[in-house]
């Protein structure tokens, strides 16, 4: 999934965007398959047709979030290796990422109650609500804000997260070998404090960065713009 930490200030001109006479293209298409697998995997949470004595329930919708976030990656390297970059994908895929994390955390609230109460999903939803702010007043100047490692880790987690989380509703632990056990219970729980931690940190050092370069530009471009209106004041009343 896209942002973070650290934070790159680019002109918001992207390479390869055009406008092509279907703007629905391959990248575009797998960006609009992953916004419509967010109601599906809302549904398979939250309905009784699927039952979770065999855990019918749990896999699925853990092999369902799984693709979905595969495809974010996906669809990013067909649009550049096709040089398929369009402004609709650029508006729809970062926006896929938010909607699927936003979805799944709030069913899990109600899902699984135990592992992510509702604090915790305020949390990370409003971190991405953060994100996409401070997104929107970047491009507002003329910059755009580069992906960096720390966001692609942060996808990472957030799919062990879910995933583990999703699972621990139906089993605490897999029987591997013999008397061996995979603790499905302590992952869910080790990775969703982590994910809070790493959403915290993140959107912190994410905000300092950002605003210590951003706000610079924005008292300079304030600055000049009050200086030539200034200059335009005095030059009507010279005339």
């Known amino acids: 999934m896209v942002e973070d930490n650290s934070v ?19 990248p575009n298409s797998i960006t ?3 916004i419509c697998s967010i109601p599906l995997l809302i549904w398979i949470l939250s309905t009784n047709r699927f039952q979770s004595t065999g855990g019918e329930k749990e896999l699925l919708a853990s092999a369902l979030f799984i693709a979905a976030s595969i495809t974010d990656g ?3 390297y067909l649009a550049r290796k096709r040089g398929q970059i369009t402004t609709m994908g650029v508006l729809l895929d ?4 938010k909607l699927l994390i936003a979805a799944a955390f709030v069913t899990l609230v109600q899902f699984n109650p135990s592992m992510v109460p509702a604090w915790i999903a305020v949390i990370i939803i409003g971190r991405e609500f953060l994100v996409s702010g401070l997104r929107s007043i970047a491009a507002s100047e003329g910059f755009a804000i580069e992906a ?4 692609k880790f942060k996808m990472l987690v957030q799919i062990v997260s879910v995933v583990a989380v999703i699972l621990d509703h139906r089993w605490k632990e897999w029987p591997i070998y013999g008397g061996y056990f995979f603790p499905v219970h302590w992952i869910a729980r080790l990775a969703i404090w982590f994910m809070v931690l790493l959403s915290l940190v993140s959107a912190g050092d994410y905000f300092v ?3 210590s370069k951003i706000d610079r530009q924005v008292v300079k471009s304030r600055r000049r713009a009050f200086v030539l209106s200034r200059r335009r004041k005095r030059d009507v009343a010279a005339t």
Not at 148 to 151: E, I, K, N, R
Request: hydrophobic share 50%; proline share 14%; net charge negative.
């Open 209 to 211: 960065a950002f605003w």
């Open 8 to 26: 790159s200030l680019v002109p918001a001109f992207v390479p390869g965007l055009r406008l092509p006479a279907h703007p629905v293209n391959l």
């Open 94 to 97: 970062p926006l896929a990422d």
């Open 74 to 76: 996906i669809d990013g």
């Open 32 to 34: 609009l398959t992953r």
């Open 148 to 151: 960096s490692d720390l966001g």
